[in-house]
């Protein structure tokens, strides 16, 4: 979101007139991170008072220094505005009706290059080949940040486009969770650290997470319970319960479990919406 900042130019004051300046409220917006944290603000300054006693431009300045940081990494729990409103248009928890779990996306893909540009997208430049949705042998570095043009996510060779629409949190959160695809199932895996030879459920969506700037540590199954908002997120929307969780974003599910998967694959994946998630709780972060 872009600021713009507003401002009023005072009156000219009559010569030889008395005028006593007040103080000048910062009315800036307290700054949000990336999961809608709210980072803390300061006072604004008030301008300075020229000689005949008028006041400076009366935009406020945003504070720095030890005013306050917007941390990335802030946990989203509170926002500083109200949320965008939750809809089932952008990320629907079930299936649509006529959407199919074998589906195979044929449109255009493109890929963010390492200075920002978006061009198209051709596999044969990545450093190892991504079969069935396992990466073997690529480094971090090299795996691709896929997109795909509207609000949609889609599966690329096993890997996750995310949609051009969406949020810039929403997008890094798709990209880094694409660089644990394939790893094994790990029971406790991720939990100790973000960084690990394999991931259990929870471990995999607090990686996703912790790389769209949502998390600061990794959280079990049953901790996802009380996590965020309750409710289904206009992008993403973590379904859990004591035994298990996964990660609903833009349309696609991230998830360790081969259920409603054609693949049968075990191990954190990109697998299709579930037709029903009866026995989960549902919550999502705050703005997103």
Same mark, same amino acid.
């Given at each position: 979101m872009?600021?713009? /900042? =507003?401002?009023? =130019?005072?009156?000219a004051l009559l010569a030889f007139a008395l005028f006593a300046p007040s103080a000048l409220a910062d009315s800036t917006p307290a700054g949000t991170t990336a999961g809608g944290a709210t980072a803390p603000t300061g006072t604004g300054a008030t301008?300075?008072?020229? %000689?005949? +006693?008028?006041? +400076?431009?009366?935009? @406020?300045?945003? $504070?720095? +220094? +030890?005013?306050?940081?917007?941390?990335?990494?802030?946990?989203?729990?509170? @926002?500083?505005?109200? $949320?965008? $409103?939750? #809809? !089932? #248009?952008?990320? $629907?928890?079930?299936?649509?009706? !006529?959407?199919? =779990?074998?589906? =195979?996306?044929?449109? @255009?893909?493109y890929v963010e290059t390492s200075t920002g540009a978006v061009e198209p997208y051709v596999p044969h430049t990545m450093v190892a080949s991504v079969s069935g949705g396992t990466i073997a042998g690529v480094l971090t570095s090299s795996v691709p940040h896929l997109l795909v043009p509207g609000t949609r996510a889609e599966i690329i060779h096993g890997l996750a486009a995310a949609p051009e629409? %969406?949020?810039?949190?929403?997008? /890094?959160?798709?990209?880094?969770?694409?660089?644990?695809?394939?790893?094994?199932?790990?029971?406790?895996g991720g939990h100790k650290t973000f960084v690990s030879s394999g991931y259990d459920c929870s471990g995999t969506v607090s990686y996703a997470l912790h790389g769209g700037h949502m998390l600061k540590t990794p959280l079990d199954s049953s901790q996802f319970m009380g996590w965020g908002?309750?409710?289904?997120g206009q992008w993403l929307t973590v379904l859990t319960n004591p035994g298990h969780a996964y990660l609903d974003v833009a349309g696609?599910?991230? !998830?360790?479990?081969?259920? !409603?998967?054609?693949?049968?694959?075990?191990?954190?994946?990109w697998r299709p919406l579930r037709p029903g998630n009866a026995g989960y709780t549902v919550r999502h972060p705050a703005g997103f």
């Open positions: 872009r600021l713009r /900042h =507003v401002g009023s =130019v005072g009156s301008g300075p008072t020229g %000689a005949s +006693g008028s006041t +400076g431009a009366a935009t @406020p300045t945003i $504070p720095t +220094g +030890g005013t306050g940081t917007t941390g990335a990494s802030t946990q989203a729990l509170t @926002p500083a505005l109200s $949320p965008a $409103p939750v #809809t !089932d #248009t952008l990320s $629907p928890i079930v299936l649509g009706k !006529d959407e199919s =779990v074998n589906y =195979v996306y044929r449109g @255009p893909v629409d %969406a949020p810039a949190a929403v997008k /890094h959160l798709i990209w880094t969770a694409n660089q644990i695809i394939g790893r094994p199932y790990v029971f406790g908002r309750a409710g289904q696609l599910r991230l !998830d360790t479990s081969a259920a !409603d998967d054609p693949t049968n694959q075990q191990g954190p994946r």
